[in-house]
T-cell receptor, first 115, second 113 residues
Framework: DQQVKQNSPSLSVQEGRISILNCDYTNSMFDYFLWYKKYPAEGPTFLIS?????DKNEDGRFTVFLNKSAKHLSLHIVPSQPGDSAVYFC??????????????FGKGTKLSVIP | KAGVTQTPRYLIKTRGQQVTLSCSPI?????VSWYQQTPGQGLQFLFEYFSETQRNKGNFPGRFSGRQFSNSRSEMNVSTLELGDSALYLC????????????FGPGTRLTVL
């Protein structure tokens, strides 16, 4: 059973417009969420994160919103640039205590920014 | 500061063989995790090591094992390779066991023939 879901496998956006990538989760034990960006043949690159005690975190062109009641988070990229074209992964950490750390990933959304 | 490094980057093995992958975390990072990425299953957690101790393990068979050395470098071993073990194996590090963000290496692409 997928605990982290990214229901859109792909998304195309015009350069300069907003990109919105969505992620849903089911596990109430998740307390920290991260977005990673991945190019082919490379490892995921950390983009931005948010703790479950917040509802918004912003870093430059990237903003992550968290709606705990809906178990939903989204990543907004404004303005979108061609270099943003990549696969974006949503990840969630469950707080299982004793410093134990495990990320559960969604299947990813491939973003294409069209010049 | 150098990022997470993984060696080798590419590897081809045959069924039944075993393989060892290596990971050097970011300098000063003491926690190392391993993940497997396949087209069908996506990114899945294998295990995490901190201070040479396995802290957490994902749902993988015992053929998958790992260890961490005193300098925080880690190795992952897969014995009796199966075709389904073909995947990108990613290593990630974080500074302490209280740090929230993991940083990933470029991965090792393993192909089992």
């Amino acid at each position: 059973d997928q605990q982290v879901k990214q229901n859109s496998p792909s998304l195309s956006v015009q350069e300069g417009r907003i990109s919105i990538l969505n992620c849903d989760y089911t596990n109430s034990m998740f307390d920290y969420f991260l977005w990673y960006k991945k190019y082919p043949a490379e490892g995921p690159t950390f983009l931005i994160s948010i703790s479950s005690i917040k509802d918004k975190n912003e870093d430059g062109r990237f903003t992550v919103f968290l709606n705990k009641s809906a178990k939903h988070l989204s990543l907004h990229i404004v303005p979108s640039q061609p270099g943003d074209s990549a696969v974006y992964f949503c990840a969630a950490r469950s707080n299982s205590g004793a410093g134990s750390y495990q990320l559960t990933f969604g299947k990813g959304t491939k973003l294409s920014v069209i010049p | 500061k150098a990022g997470v490094t993984q060696t080798p980057r590419y590897l081809i093995k045959t069924r039944g063989q075993q393989v060892t992958l290596s990971c050097s975390p970011i300098s000063g990072h003491r926690s190392v995790s391993w993940y497997q990425q396949t087209p069908g299953q996506g990114l899945q957690f294998l295990f995490e090591y901190f201070s040479e101790t396995q802290r957490n393990k994902g749902n993988f068979p015992g053929r998958f094992s790992g260890r961490q050395f005193s300098n925080s470098r880690s190795e992952m071993n897969v014995s009796t390779l199966e075709l389904g073990d073909s995947a990108l194996y990613l290593c990630a590090s974080r500074r302490t066991d209280r740090t929230d963000t993991q940083y990933f290496g470029p991965g090792t692409r393993l192909t089992v023939l």
